[in-house]
């Protein structure tokens, strides 16, 4: 199995910037594909990135391109979200998420391709 622990989310104003952390551990090595997804109250989790297992291939949600880098650290065993210009739409919790598979035709954005998931950090976007 893999654990997956999200942290570095919190309370910002529009236009400021956050760095989420995904600590993962336990079978480290079946964590071929990560990502991060994000769910508000009463809507579907929703796809923000995804980055391969060597980090070399990303891929980002619409809403996110430009704004958000995607990034690991396979020696430290860590996933980040580095969030730019956040908006108040931005405003979800947010989840780390891992598969065992690598996608060579391309990452996956839906959660059902995922096996192991966090608990979750709170990002909250002031207007």
């Known amino acids: 199995q893999v654990q997956l622990a999200e942290s570095g989310g919190g309370l910002v104003q529009a236009g400021e910037s956050l760095r989420l952390s995904c600590a993962v551990s336990?079978?480290?090595?079946?964590?071929?594909?990560l990502a991060w997804f994000r769910q508000v109250p009463g809507k579907e989790r929703e796809f923000v990135a995804a980055?391969?297992?060597?980090?070399?291939?990303?891929r980002y949600a619409d809403s996110v391109t430009g704004r958000f880098t995607v990034s690991r650290d396979n020696a430290k065993t860590r996933l980040y979200l580095e969030m730019n210009s956040l908006k108040p739409e931005d405003t979800a919790v947010y989840y780390c998420?891992?598969?065992?598979?690598?996608?060579?035709?391309?990452?996956?954005?839906?959660?059902?391709?995922?096996?192991?998931w966090g608990q979750g950090t709170q990002v909250t976007v002031s207007s």
């Open positions: 336990g079978r480290t090595f079946t964590a071929a594909t």
């Open positions: 998420a891992s598969s065992s598979l690598n996608y060579p035709q391309g990452l996956p954005s839906a959660p059902l391709r995922y096996d192991y």
């Open positions: 980055v391969s297992w060597r980090g070399t291939t990303t």
